[in-house]
């Protein structure tokens, strides 16, 4: 075992197939797919998804050392999430959980030109997860750990999610600072269905960093006004509709739920920082910033940076793993948010999760190059854009 590392990522991991469906896109999605007919594809390409992978594996691109824990099976998929992991650099893998009586997760990605894709997914291992697939070793050797997708893996929002709560109770025990990021459940299936109000309750004290999208917070915490705005944008983007002062009263309700940092993303219109106060800001383990006061009572918004989209695949991820390696290497929170979104704009430019992910030094680079970023007006009471630092700065910071 590794004598020391920095970040152990958990979760969700499973195996994406894309096939291409490029040439097939000279007739309308629903002339071509009919019973009884045979689909002209091209190649399938195939790579590793989920939280273990997408965080995981951009963390280790930017220079974290790192130890993925995630639960597949023994079958051809799992050997090819094996192999896949085991290219990536030594160490990575030695986390990872094989029961021979799982099948491995998958997901088909249906990218049909000109059509929003259809993902079909089998969650397999995932919904298998317990705490003791979590090894307790490496949560004691590493600074941070993270955790992703709960609402994808049945047995952790399952019984009021105890398993999760048991994670990260042992994180916490084992001293390590603790992320848990986010996954937008099925409205009717299970995960759907369970009471994540009373899971987030029982879990955020626990959490030292809650990243999920704003979309996700929304339909767990305040159902009656996601359904408004989905209602209002006629199923389209409601990204657009979401105001400060909205993601002033999620961040203050977060926080006073127990999470110390909350991260809101928000898509192509950036992501929203909160964080609470010093004494909060000191407990949160291993990787706690040097200066606690300098991160504390923060209220931020970042803009994203200018790019060609080729592909969102991971871009949260992504964007969660330049905000955590910014941390990690005990940044001001400023330089840490800006880190995020421009790790997540480089990451859209290319079309699967990772290899738009770009060295920490060249990201860097990029940055103090004068990477342009998108113009977001906030016109809110309270705010005020730092134009040297890109943010806008909300009333509590």
């Not at 504390?296 to 918004?301: C, D, I, Q, S, T």
């Not at 009471?381 to 943010?391: A, N, Q, S, Y």
Request: aromatic content about 8%; glycine content about 12%; charged content about 20%.
């Amino acid at each position: 075992m590794s004598p020391g590392f920095e970040a152990l990522v958990a979760g969700h991991i499973c195996l994406d197939l894309h096939p291409d469906l490029s040439g097939a896109g000279r007739e309308a999605f629903e002339d071509i797919f009919l019973p009884g007919r045979l689909v002209a594809a091209g190649p399938a390409t195939y790579f590793t998804g989920g939280t273990v992978s997408n965080t995981g594996l951009a963390l280790h691109r930017l220079g974290i050392s790192t130890r993925l824990a995630g639960k597949i099976g023994d079958d051809l998929f799992g050997q090819a999430i094996g192999q896949i992991v085991a290219a990536q650099g030594p160490g990575l893998a030695e986390g990872m959980s094989v029961d021979a009586s799982a099948s491995t997760s998958y997901t088909i990605i249906i990218n049909y030109p000109g059509v929003d894709r259809i993902l079909l997914h089998y969650p397999g291992a995932n919904d298998t997860f317990q705490a003791d697939d979590v090894p307790v070793a490496l949560l004691k050797q590493a600074r941070l750990f993270h955790f992703g997708y709960p609402p994808l893996m049945r047995s952790t929002f399952i019984d009021g999610g105890a398993q999760l709560v048991e994670i990260f109770r042992r994180a916490k025990l084992a001293g390590v600072t603790s992320s848990l990021d986010m996954a937008f459940p099925d409205p009717s299936s299970e995960a759907g269905q369970a009471d994540w109000r009373q899971i987030l309750t029982s879990i955020l004290p626990q959490v030292d960093i809650f990243l999920p999208s704003v979309e996700e917070i929304l339909f767990m915490l305040r159902r009656t006004t996601y359904q408004k705005l989905c209602q209002k944008a006629e199923s389209a983007d409601i990204l657009p509709m979401i105001t400060p002062q909205l993601l002033s009263d999620l961040g203050r309700e977060l926080i006073g739920m127990g999470a110390k940092i909350v991260g809101l993303k928000l898509g192509n219109r950036g992501m929203y920082l909160r964080t609470a106060d010093r004494t909060m800001i000191n407990a949160m383990g291993r990787a706690h910033p040097s200066k606690p006061e300098a991160w504390a009572g923060k209220e931020l918004w970042a803009p994203c940076f200018k790019v060609t989209v080729a592909g969102t695949t991971g871009s949260g991820d992504a964007t969660i793993a330049g905000l955590l390696g910014a941390l990690l290497r005990d940044l001001p929170v400023e330089q840490a948010l800006t880190i995020a979104v421009a790790v997540g704009g480089c990451k859209v430019e290319a079309p699967d999760a990772l290899s738009g992910i770009r060295t920490w030094e060249d990201t860097l680079q990029r940055i103090a190059s004068g990477w342009d970023q998108l113009p977001l007006e906030l016109n809110s009471p309270g705010w005020h854009f730092d134009r040297p630092g890109g943010l806008w700065c909300g009333p509590c910071s």
